[in-house]
């Protein structure tokens, strides 16, 4: 299915996937078995995507702050993200999915990097949904960045410094090339952006919602869409502009 017009879906979902570890401690087991049913879920969330036509989604896997939990649940995730990579990849290619992992990639093991690499290579041309999953990601590394990286161009002379605004900065963010932000979910019950998408967050609107991120399945995924779809996007504007 291509994407939609329908300004009721949103283009462009992001979810911060929060509760995997509760979840398993609920069942007393590890938290990556939690991880691991995080995994379903997921794919519940790609197959919901395709089907409703949504755009993008943006699966906040790994923040920078990640790795600060115990090594043992760092590594028991990178783990995890290559099996991940090896056996989800075919049938993603299959169904249109184009992948790209998001965030400072250097930090990396090689072979979990060049598996990551090779992922977005192969499924570069598709076209069906935009599957963006930021791992070592933070909101303030995307801006920072950004402003580098655009200093840099500055600095070539491929534009002045003043000419750095808003719509120039934008270009270097992690997700420029992809439709604004629409819908921004956290699953887990807290109710924090935790410094993901903070640029692209500007006019979404947000969702939170207390069932752990394991439970979440496309009917949860759809009373969230519905909920969006009664929001009032006014964009600075007064209600009555918009229904005008
Ligand atoms: C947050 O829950 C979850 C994570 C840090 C990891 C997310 C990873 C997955 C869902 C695995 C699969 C992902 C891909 C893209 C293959 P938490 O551990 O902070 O939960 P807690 O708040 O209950 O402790």
């Not at 993603?92 to 093991?109: C, Q, S, T």
Request: aromatic residues 10%; charged residues 30%; contains cysteine.
């Amino acid at each position: 299915m291509t994407a939609r017009t329908d300004a009721r879906v949103p283009r462009h979902l992001a979810i911060v996937m929060d509760g995997n570890g509760r979840w398993a401690k609920q069942r007393l087991r590890p938290r990556t078995f939690g991880h691991h049913a995080g995994q379903k879920a997921v794919r519940e969330a790609v197959e919901f995507c395709l089907r409703r036509g949504i755009a993008s989604l943006t699966l906040f896997a790994f923040s920078s702050e990640n790795w600060q939990r115990p090594p043992t649940e760092v590594s028991a995730l990178m783990e995890l993200f290559l099996k991940a990579i090896d056996r989800e990849v075919d049938e993603l290619h299959g169904n249109g999915v184009r992948i790209r992992f998001v965030g400072d990639l250097d930090a990396f093991a090689p072979e979990l990097h060049a598996r990551m690499r090779g992922a977005m290579e192969r499924t570069s041309g598709n076209t069906a949904l935009n599957l963006n999953v930021a791992v070592n990601y933070g909101g303030r590394w995307d801006i920072a960045r950004a402003a580098r990286l655009a200093a840099e161009a500055a600095s070539r002379g491929e534009f002045g410094f003043d000419e750095i605004d808003e719509q120039r900065l934008h270009g270097y963010t992690c997700l420029a090339d992809q439709p604004p932000l629409d819908l921004f979910i956290r699953t887990g019950g807290e109710t924090r952006v935790s410094n993901f998408l903070l640029w692209q967050i500007a006019y979404a609107e947000l969702y939170f919602t207390d069932t752990l991120w394991p439970d979440v399945d496309q009917d949860r995924l759809a009373e969230a869409l519905d909920d969006y779809a009664r929001r009032e996007r006014r964009y600075g504007r007064t209600g009555e502009q918009v229904a005008g």
